[in-house]
């Protein structure tokens, strides 16, 4: 069985950090891009940020650019988005997904890329 158990949210400040992980089991993790997106409430799900999967490359939004930082450890079958100087925008429920083709500049972003989603963490933070 597939899953993707995302953690690590909670409450923080405004300017504080957080790190979430995402834990997979049921599939190859390492043959898997992950990415991370957000659903504040009365938005639309948000593509945050993605690690592919052979070269490591990254992407994320404009938003968190230079604040946010995703990684992936193959050996544990876990991936990380630590988020340093967080903002009250940034309050939302994070969600990880999976996806097996190697994904691009212009397809990351897309939830109907992804394969496998997690449960979602509440991140708050609070001004």
């Not at 300017?15 to 997106?37: E, M, N, V």
């Not at 990684?71 to 097996?100: F, I, W």
């Amino acid at each position: 069985e597939v899953q993707l158990q995302a953690s690590g949210g909670g409450l923080v400040q405004a300017g504080g950090s957080l790190r979430l992980s995402c834990a997979a089991s049921g599939f190859t993790f390492r043959d898997y891009a992950i990415g991370w997106f957000r659903q504040a409430p009365g938005k639309d799900r948000e593509a945050i940020s993605c690690i592919s999967i052979k070269d490591g490359r990254t992407y994320y939004a404009d938003s968190v650019q230079g604040r946010f930082t995703i990684s992936r450890h193959n050996a544990k079958n876990t991936a990380y988005l630590q988020m340093n100087s967080l903002k009250s925008e940034d309050t939302g429920v994070y969600y990880c997904a999976a996806e097996p083709t190697i994904l691009t500049m212009s397809t990351w972003t897309r939830p109907s890329e992804y394969d496998y989603w997690g449960q979602g963490t509440q991140v708050t933070v609070s001004s």
